[in-house]
């Protein structure tokens, strides 16, 4: 989402008449936009702040703004934590951040909580170049109140764009030469909920998916981030239906134990996400399944550990991201005492990780001797000849050939792998 933001700004400043260069030595505006949803994120968003000052003490005559959520976050202190800064500007304001610098006379200015105007900057793209992949915003904000998470408090309540505008949207990409398109928003498949209306028993994200999918020359769709309370039988049915709809969810539990999943305000079981699981695998068989885990929440005992174990050993997920729990200030659990130690986190940590590490060699391994399709998305950034892209599982290749394959399905013949990555060669297109 935040590469979204960041490109769609880009983009929109571009418009504007301001150039995006390559390096801070020969621009006069620093753009920062940042993530709070981790402690870890924000030290490293403050850090780069910090250098991006000295950085403007030394050059003179440059602007030094922050963007985003830990704009929204943070808020006015930011300036007495980073006197170099000159401005901040949160997720929903971001289509502001034009006008605010054709303004000039910037001092310590603050354009935070729900935007004036619609945001028009939603729908921008880089048309001059062409994009294979591409994300479509279809939504902001979440009005969940996951004990855990500042996302509510930076970025509002859900918002849903037109689903005229998105479609549109999604066509002019297809004509520009994408073939790949994923949905975006904080809680993906909550899309239009309570505002727009079911049709035939299809919630509106079913609805959209099914647009987007007849749209000629679209090749896949994918969408992110999901929640699993939004997966009822019509999103799972339309993995088997939707021919563009690739076999691969993120799948975000947080944790194995209902003890946990209570606490962390999560409306559903580990009994319903092996359920979703299974309901997924009958209709896209080997469906690709990723997940996000939360170690070391308030509270969390080694049994309720070992039952997020059992869950990550019993689904086999491609990948799990796992995050170490940090307090963020604003949320639920932060006035509970943050009582696993750092090294009990870092232990739950590396246990996770390990069993994520063995499922996915395990898969690579099935994969060699296999021909799959990948989409190609360009030379690969290490590697002469080397092209880089993904299957509709997900799974990332490497092969060699030339980069005029770029937006083409090509066939490849995997013959080997690392952790993350499968290598492979080039059969046909
Ligand atoms: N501490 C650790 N991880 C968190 N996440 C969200 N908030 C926190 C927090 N306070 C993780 C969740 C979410 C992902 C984007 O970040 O796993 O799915
Ligand atoms: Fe945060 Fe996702 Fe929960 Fe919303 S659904 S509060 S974004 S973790």
């Known amino acids: 989402m935040n590469v979204r933001d960041s490109e769609r700004?880009?983009?929109?400043?571009?418009?504007?008449?301001?150039?995006?260069?390559?390096?801070e030595?020969?621009?006069?505006?620093?753009?920062?936009?940042?993530?709070?949803?981790?402690?870890?994120?924000?030290?490293?968003?403050?850090?780069?702040?910090?250098y991006l000052a000295r950085k403007k003490l030394r050059k003179g005559d440059v602007l030094l703004g922050i963007v985003g959520c830990m704009a929204e976050n943070l808020a006015e202190n930011l300036f007495k934590l980073n006197p170099g800064i000159d401005f901040i500007v949160g997720p929903r304001c971001i289509g502001e951040l034009p006008e605010l610098l054709s303004n000039g006379n910037i001092n310590r200015v603050a354009l935070l909580g729900e935007a004036k105007a619609d945001d028009i900057t939603e729908s921008v793209h880089n048309f001059s170049r062409r994009n294979v992949c591409a994300s479509v915003s279809i939504m902001q904000g979440c009005n969940m109140k996951c004990s855990y998470c500042i996302v509510p408090k930076t970025r509002g309540r859900e918002t849903y764009r037109s689903m005229e505008d998105i479609v549109a949207e999604c066509e002019a990409l297809v004509k520009n030469g994408t073939k790949e398109i994923t949905l975006l928003g904080?809680?993906?498949?909550?899309?239009?909920?309570?505002?727009?209306?079911?049709?035939?028993?299809?919630?509106?994200?079913v609805q959209l998916l099914e647009r987007?999918?007849?749209?000629?020359?679209?090749?896949?769709?994918?969408?992110?981030?999901?929640?699993?309370?939004?997966?009822r039988r019509d999103l799972i049915a339309a993995h088997?239906?939707?021919?563009?709809?690739?076999?691969?969810?993120?799948?975000?539990?947080?944790?194995?134990?209902?003890?946990?999943?209570?606490?962390?305000r999560r409306p559903y079981?580990?009994?319903?996400?092996?359920?979703?699981?299974?309901?997924?695998?009958?209709?896209?068989?080997?469906?690709?399944?990723?997940?996000?885990?939360?170690?070391?929440?308030?509270?969390?005992?080694?049994?309720?550990?070992?039952?997020?174990?059992?869950l990550l050993s019993a689904v086999r997920f491609n990948m799990a991201f796992i995050f170490k729990y940090s307090p963020r200030v604003g949320t639920i659990s932060a006035t509970l005492p943050d009582d696993v130690s750092?090294?009990?986190?870092?232990?739950?940590?590396?246990?996770?990780?390990?069993?994520?590490?063995?499922?996915?060699?395990?898969?690579?391994?099935?994969?060699?001797?296999?021909?799959?399709?990948?989409?190609?998305?360009?030379?690969?950034?290490?590697?002469?000849?080397?092209?880089?892209?993904?299957?509709?599982?997900?799974?990332?290749?490497?092969f060699d050939g030339h980069d005029t394959?770029?937006?083409?399905?090509?066939?490849?013949?995997?013959?080997?792998?690392?952790?993350?990555?499968?290598c492979g060669e080039l059969i046909g297109v």
Request: aromatic letters at 6%; charged letters at 25%.
């Open 269 to 310: 079981t580990r009994a319903r996400v092996l359920f979703i699981v299974e309901a997924l695998r009958n209709c896209a068989p080997n469906i690709s399944l990723t997940t996000d885990i939360i170690v070391g929440y308030p509270g969390e005992g080694e049994v309720d550990f070992q039952e997020t174990v059992d």
């Open 25 to 50: 030595d020969v621009a006069d505006v620093y753009i920062l936009n940042t993530c709070s949803v981790r402690e870890q994120a924000e030290i490293k968003a403050v850090g780069k702040s910090r």
């Open 405 to 422: 394959l770029t937006g083409e399905f090509a066939n490849v013949k995997i013959t080997n792998y690392s952790t993350t990555v499968l």
């Open 186 to 205: 904080q809680i993906v498949n909550n899309y239009g909920q309570n505002t727009l209306a079911n049709g035939n028993g299809k919630s509106p994200f």
């Open 342 to 398: 750092d090294d009990e986190k870092d232990r739950r940590n590396k246990v996770l990780l390990d069993i994520v590490q063995r499922c996915s060699i395990e898969h690579n391994e099935t994969m060699v001797g296999n021909e799959v399709e990948v989409l190609v998305e360009g030379k690969a950034k290490r590697g002469e000849n080397k092209l880089c892209g993904h299957t509709k599982y997900g799974d990332k290749v490497i």
């Open 9 to 23: 700004l880009a983009t929109v400043l571009a418009s504007f008449g301001h150039e995006v260069v390559d390096s």
């Open 212 to 231: 987007i999918d007849s749209i000629p020359g679209l090749g896949r769709i994918r969408y992110m981030s999901p929640h699993p309370k939004g997966f």
């Open 240 to 264: 088997a239906r939707l021919a563009k709809l690739c076999p691969s969810v993120h799948l975000p539990v947080q944790s194995g134990s209902d003890r946990i999943l209570k606490a962390m």
